[in-house]
């Protein structure tokens, strides 16, 4: 019985995702074909041991060459890092405040206040950026309202532009970044900020000496809950970020649904998994340091 | 309490005192939590305040460390008026209850954060850290962060970390609550040591009115917010002046009657046909006040001839209770009320001269107990 709930959680890991990963990993090792699938070789199982040779035979790194001839891919890769990274760090500029109001705020509010930041979760993801291009068109709302206060006199134009992927992007996931940060806040004794008033600390050092550090777990598990979504987004910079905005998300999708090249798209995602595997490992590590300092 | 003879700062009128509290009220809403208190805290002084729960001890403390501000009255420390001085600005440290040692720091960087926060030079603060990881017998410990030590470490590493910047006074909120009774016993004369060391002026929370009276200068007793009396544990416990310090100090025997006269001692008459009991008068008191007699249980004979003294009572063994170093009989006079008297265990329980449903004689002398106003 026992045994079975230690299974459980590896039959999934295998099923939903080392599976799914080694077909992806297979394709991205075939060629581009105008056939279904869109892909060669196939594997004819019929064909016995002589078949399988083949088909190994077949398989080789051309599409992973191919990524790196084109500058398009690691231009992609890179600028994807860049606003992942940038859009995380507003977002933590942003939730940590947030986070901070709300752990401060009397008991009785503190419900109330955590509903207000999970609802939006309660809509779709994809009407959600829809109603931003609302907000952001030229027509949009956010122009109408800032000429309607005379603050500009000519609407902007943030749509289609990287700031609108930022907004996009701090908007969504916002939410992942303030509950880390929050529950960390919440655990903080206030009695420690007394005791630092209590040696010699203003209300500020106190803030910077035994707040910031505390909270610092919380911190990090909300920077890379953003970072690592932010990075493969798809639906933000191609809704909100227009052709400029170059992303490697956009890019797998284009391969795969336009261009219909799967051996290609597969090498992206192949690539895009390894690049983020390493803040995942880091994640990971940090989560399992948090769990043993708070023995 | 080798000194508490010759310490007496509070009985000298020349004295001015460190710590000032003047009619001080403080209510959150509508609730008073403090009433009209005001108490002189003299320098080098180990001040005790007692009291049940709730009834202001954590609020008074904090109105001295500064994190509450009194909503009536005033508090001087060292001459000066407290009003809106922050707790950063005062040189008053306070030992938390629950010790709040900073959990991301080590032992060495908890006792050393005071030390930072005055831009003391770091060769100063290295040395001063560690004469009070000597003085606390943490040395071992420095390099641990406090997850890692025991409870008792841990309340000595709070104690190091207030004591550090040498504060004038220090606050003491329950510091030996979690510890157990011998550790607990063993911290009392290690803070009673360090307070001589250092000549740091301590005030005391506690729950523990025996821990009160062991390190304590004076006691402070309270009572919703009020003072009831301050006084030395010795005048406490041997002189109450209420029946609410006396019941709360120690175990003792209440016996309600009506005063029937008062001279250099007091009679009270408490039963039909029986002779008055006579002790000290405790307060100002005069013949036909009702009253009641306060005598502790372990101030009061047993026998089973009848005694010589003025004050006896006869009665029933209805309980017998050992406590190792004593037995405490529970005896139930004629009226059907009961008294405890104790008795230290010379010999072996089995020899034991007394048992249930014996008839016994209780006695005490003319000055051992009490006449209070009820
Ligand atoms: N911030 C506050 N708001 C409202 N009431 C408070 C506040 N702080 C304390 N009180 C009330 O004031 C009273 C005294 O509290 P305090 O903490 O001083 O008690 P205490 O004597 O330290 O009790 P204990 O021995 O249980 O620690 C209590 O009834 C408490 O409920
Ligand atoms: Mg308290």
Not at chain 1, 106 to 132: D, G, H, K, Q
Request: some cysteine.
């Amino acid at each position: 019985m026992k045994r079975l709930f230690t299974v459980i959680p590896y039959a999934w890991l295998i099923v939903l995702f080392l599976v799914p990963f080694a077909i992806v990993f297979k394709i991205s090792l075939s060629d581009y074909a105008v056939s279904i699938p869109p892909y060669a070789p196939t594997l004819d199982i019929a064909g016995g041991w002589q078949a399988v040779k083949d088909f190994l035979g077949e398989l080789d790194f051309e599409n992973y060459v191919f990524l790196t001839e084109d500058a398009l891919y690691w231009k992609a890769y890179l600028s994807s890092l860049k606003i992942a990274a940038i859009s995380t760090v507003l977002t933590l500029l942003v939730g940590y405040p947030i986070a901070y109001g709300m752990a401060r705020a009397p008991e009785a509010w503190r419900p109330t206040l955590m509903m207000l930041v999970i609802l939006p979760f309660w809509t779709s993801f994809l009407i959600r950026v829809y109603a931003w291009i609302g907000i952001l068109a030229t027509e949009g709302l956010l122009n109408q309202f800032l000429l309607w206060i005379g603050i500009i006199d000519a609407p902007l134009g943030l749509l289609n532009t990287p700031t609108a992927v930022y907004i996009g992007i701090v908007y969504t996931y916002l939410p992942f970044m303030i509950l880390p940060i929050y529950a960390a806040l919440d655990r903080l004794d206030p009695s420690l900020l007394e005791a630092a008033e209590d040696l010699g600390c203003s209300r500020t050092t106190a803030f910077w000496t035994v707040t910031v550090p505390l909270s610092r777990p919380g911190v990090i598990a909300g920077c890379f809950l953003v970072f690592i979504p932010a990075v493969g987004e798809v639906v933000i910079p191609s809704l909100l970020g227009g052709s400029d905005t170059l992303m490697i998300g956009k890019i797998l999708w284009e391969e795969f649904f336009s261009n219909r090249d799967w051996p290609v798209a597969s090498a992206v995602a192949t690539i895009l998994l390894l690049i983020l595997v390493v803040p995942i490992v880091l994640f990971q590590r940090q989560q399992q340091a948090a769990r043993e300092a708070e023995q | 309490m080798v000194n508490s003879t010759v310490f007496a700062p509070w009985e000298d009128p020349g004295q001015t005192p460190l710590i000032r509290i003047e009619n001080v009220t403080k209510r959150f809403g509508d609730f008073t939590a403090i009433d009209d208190v005001s108490i002189d805290i003299y320098t080098r002084e180990f001040f005790a305040l007692l009291g049940p729960s709730g009834c202001g001890k954590t609020t008074l403390m904090r109105m001295l460390a500064g994190f509450e501000t009194p909503s009536e009255g005033r508090i001087t420390i060292d001459g000066k008026d407290m009003a809106g001085v922050p707790p950063n600005k005062r040189a008053v440290n306070m030992m938390f209850q629950s010790y709040a040692l900073f959990p991301h720091l080590t032992v060495w960087d908890n006792i050393a954060f005071g030390l930072r926060r005055d831009r003391m030079d770091k060769d100063r603060v290295a040395a001063r850290v560690e004469e009070m990881l000597k003085l606390t017998q943490l040395q071992k410990f420095a390099k641990r962060k406090p997850h890692q030590i025991s409870g008792g470490q841990r309340q000595r590493v709070a104690l190091a970390r207030s004591l550090a910047k040498a504060p004038k006074l220090l606050l003491l909120d329950e510091p030996l609550g979690a510890l157990d009774k011998k550790l607990r016993e063993e911290t009392q004369f290690e803070l009673m040591e360090i307070q001589e060391k250092t000549g740091t002026t301590f005030v005391i929370v506690t729950h523990d009115q025996e821990e009160a009276m062991t390190v304590a200068s004076r006691v402070a007793v309270m009572n919703h917010g009020k003072l009831v009396q301050v006084d030395t544990p010795e005048r406490i416990y041997e002189a109450p002046k209420s029946v609410y310090v006396a019941d709360f100090i120690g175990d003792v025997n209440l016996i309600e009657g009506l005063v029937a006269s008062v001279g250099e001692l007091a009679e009270l008459t408490w039963a039909e046909g029986k002779a008055p009991l006579i002790g000290q008068s405790g307060a100002s008191l005069k013949a036909g006040d009702e009253a009641v007699f306060a005598i502790r249980p372990e101030k009061i004979a047993i026998s089973r001839e009848e005694p010589e003294a003025r004050n006896r009572v006869r009665g029933k063994i209805v309980d017998i209770g050992y406590l190792g170093n004593l037995s405490v009989y529970h005896v139930q006079l004629p009226d059907g009320s009961y008294m405890k008297c104790e008795v230290g265990n010379r010999s072996r329980v089995s020899r034991r001269d007394y048992t249930w449903e014996d008839e016994v004689w209780l006695s005490w002398t003319d000055t051992a107990g009490l006449v209070l106003p009820s």
